[in-house]
């Protein structure tokens, strides 16, 4: 496995181990090589350094190599021009989908029965993605940790632990076993690692086992300027930026992830992003409608809104699985209605980052995994001037940064191999992605879609809601360690809720 990854350049230091201060060949080896790619300048300052930092420099720059950037960020640049006349933009064929929306209840439920089926057998596992931090909510944390102003006041980490245990809990009931676990890995990036795992340990994990929690990194790529040469965050770093959700691949071998789940005989996977609070983490109707389908990957999405909505959507192009984003798509398409079903959109698969992947599948990243393609992100990143020493903070652009997305991989497959399911939006998406105020995807609208959520579940179940609060406000937050999908709410039958409230435990 040591030797696979370093050919693929996925390498990964130990934590722990000191640093040395390289040999004069090993030193001059290494220059050679940064220089025969015209990026020598990341030695700018290195006569200059001190020994732990000349030390610390050089493990940085053996672990990235210096043509590959070269040719990746060339890639980014200068991308294949794409003939849009012979682009076929067509929805995903019925056989490949499914909707909660208008799919019979006996369905739903063989897939519910099947998923806690394999939840049980301890064959699903769940991996989220959590790199990113509470930077647009005005909080340097990771964002999993940020409270959305919910009354229990639970962070979104915690909903979704919770969510976890109670499935585990729903699988071991049915089958009447006990320790029935899925395990958990979550995805950090450099910043929001060690705050992660210190969230994790000071709340004792969210009742789930410590070892059936993984925390893991994703890798970083360098920040190139504009003239593509390799930026300077100090004059003994080189800065870098994580690599994009699409980093999850590579992590997963270089962090022995997939390892552990192998060991763990792990055959169904759930992968999410941390910013929605209604996520339903490892859905037994998700990972039973994709067994049932045996695809490779199966991606959850919702009802576009209107035509205008911003954002990708999932449907076939050229005849492969894939994501078009809003800003490729003209308005005669966007606006175009199903002939089948006049009363909505033709492309109304809007992508929600929410997806399977069979174990199979991941047992193959090393076959395609360096075929994704790499996205420029233009930023304005500060950096050290090598004639000067300064720090410069540019007021404008002044590099890039490269990332790769997970949906790339999704034209790899055949069609018959990937599935897709609709949901419903207010059960399942509310993204938490602005500053409070914005009024859309911001921390208020994530608490009224989830109080929401429980008002529905109350009254489904025989339940009266009251409030004097505004509409904001007066809903009912229902613990997942109650009920996971509105099940289980039996004991609130002709009872009166007086909103906003908490339900933890039955009463």
């Known amino acids: 496995m040591n030797a696979v990854l370093e050919k693929?350049?996925?390498?990964?230091?130990?934590?722990?181990?000191?640093?040395?201060?390289?040999?004069?060949?090993?030193?001059?080896?290494?220059?050679?090589?940064?220089?025969?790619?015209?990026?020598?300048?990341?030695?700018?300052?290195?006569?200059?350094?001190?020994?732990?930092?000349?030390?610390?420099?050089?493990?940085?720059?053996?672990?990235?190599?210096?043509?590959?950037?070269?040719?990746?960020?060339?890639?980014?640049?200068?991308?294949?021009?794409?003939?849009?006349?012979?682009?076929?933009?067509?929805?995903?064929?019925?056989?490949?989908?499914?909707?909660?929306?208008?799919?019979?209840?006996?369905?739903?439920?063989?897939?519910?029965?099947?998923?806690?089926?394999?939840?049980?057998?301890?064959?699903?596992?769940?991996?989220?993605?959590?790199?990113?931090?509470?930077?647009?909510?005005?909080?340097?944390?990771?964002?999993?940790?940020?409270?959305?102003?919910?009354?229990?006041?639970?962070?979104?980490?915690?909903?979704?632990?919770?969510?976890?245990?109670?499935?585990?809990?729903?699988?071991?009931?049915?089958?009447?076993?006990?320790?029935?676990?899925?395990?958990?890995?979550?995805?950090?990036?450099?910043?929001?690692?060690?705050?992660?795992?210190?969230?994790?340990?000071?709340?004792?994990?969210?009742?789930?086992?410590?070892?059936d929690v993984t925390i893991f990194e994703q890798g970083t790529l360098p920040c190139i300027s504009n003239d593509g040469t390799m930026l300077l965050e100090t004059t003994s770093r080189v800065a870098v930026a994580p690599d994009g959700n699409g980093g999850l691949y590579e992590a997963l071998l270089t962090s022995n992830v997939r390892t552990d789940m192998r060991k763990r005989g792990i055959v169904h996977i759930h992968a999410y992003c941390v910013d929605n609070c209604l996520v339903k983490v490892a859905d037994p109707v998700f990972m039973g409608f994709a067994a049932s389908k045996d695809v490779d990957i199966a991606t959850k999405v919702v009802r576009k809104r209107s035509a205008n909505e911003s954002v990708g959507l999932i449907l076939l192009k050229n005849g492969k699985p894939d994501v078009v984003e809003y800003s490729e798509i003209d308005s005669v398409t966007a606006e175009a209605t199903d002939p089948k079903h006049p009363e909505v959109l033709k492309f109304r698969a809007a992508n929600i980052v929410n997806h399977y992947y069979s174990f199979r599948f991941l047992e193959t990243i090393e076959q395609w995994v360096h075929h994704l393609p790499h996205h420029v992100a233009r930023k304005k990143i500060p950096y050290i001037d090598t004639e000067t020493g300064k720090t410069i903070k540019p007021e404008k652009p002044n590099g890039i940064k490269l990332e790769q997305f997970v949906f790339d991989v999704f034209p790899m497959l055949q069609l018959e191999k990937f599935a897709c399911m609709e949901v419903k939006r207010e059960d399942e998406f509310s993204p938490l992605k602005n500053a409070k105020g914005t009024g859309e995807d911001d921390p208020d609208t994530s608490k009224k879609d989830v109080l929401f959520q429980g008002s529905r579940w109350v009254q489904a179940a025989g339940g009266i809601v009251v409030s004097e609060l505004q509409a904001s406000d007066s809903g009912v937050e229902i613990s997942p360690l109650i009920s996971y999908g509105g099940e289980g709410l039996d004991f609130l039958k002709n009872k009166t809720i007086q909103a906003p409230a908490v339900i933890e435990k039955e009463e």
């Open 8 to 211: 693929l350049h996925l390498k990964s230091n130990e934590e722990g181990v000191s640093l040395k201060e390289p040999s004069e060949d090993d030193l001059d080896s290494l220059r050679k090589t940064y220089e025969t790619e015209k990026q020598g300048q990341v030695f700018a300052f290195f006569d200059k350094l001190t020994k732990s930092e000349k030390a610390a420099l050089f493990e940085q720059l053996s672990d990235i190599d210096p043509k590959r950037i070269n040719e990746i960020t060339h890639k980014a640049l200068n991308p294949p021009e794409k003939d849009k006349s012979h682009v076929r933009l067509e929805p995903l064929t019925e056989s490949a989908t499914a909707s909660i929306l208008d799919s019979n209840s006996e369905d739903i439920e063989r897939w519910y029965q099947s998923g806690l089926d394999f939840v049980a057998d301890g064959k699903v596992a769940v991996v989220l993605m959590a790199g990113g931090q509470g930077t647009r909510l005005g909080s340097s944390a990771p964002k999993g940790c940020f409270n959305v102003g919910l009354p229990s006041e639970k962070s979104l980490f915690q909903i979704q632990a919770e969510r976890i245990w109670k499935v585990q809990q729903l699988a071991e009931k049915k089958h009447g076993k006990k320790n029935v676990v899925i395990p958990w890995y979550v995805m950090t990036s450099g910043p929001t690692r060690q705050p992660t795992e210190k969230f994790f340990q000071e709340h004792n994990y969210f009742g789930l086992g410590e070892n």
